[in-house]
């Protein structure tokens, strides 16, 4: 399942919108190299998309898909059961 460092990164992804990897890295504070390895399993699980950057080719941005929006919300739910209540 999804741990903590994919929620946060996901989460991210999600406030963020479409974000560069190097924006994305510097925002949850991670080295560029860990987070591209994060990437790839939140990737491998069809739950954020990856593409070329259209101001900057050799950079890659991140978009949440419709399923990570629902893992997320998911995680949340079961992890956080008071986060609604303080709304």
Do not use: C, N
Not at 15 to 35: F, I, Q, W, Y
Not at 62 to 74: D, F, K
């Amino acid at each position: 399942g999804m741990g903590t460092l994919a929620f946060t990164v996901l989460g991210k992804v999600i406030v963020e919108g479409p974000v560069r990897m190097r924006d994305l890295a510097d925002a949850v504070r991670m080295h560029p190299a860990a987070l591209t390895r994060q990437v790839q399993a939140l990737e491998a699980e069809g739950l954020v998309a990856r593409s070329a950057d259209p101001l900057d080719g050799r950079a890659s941005m991140v978009e949440v898909t419709t399923e990570g929006r629902r893992a997320h919300r998911g995680f949340e739910s079961a992890h956080f059961p008071y986060k609604r209540e303080f709304k």
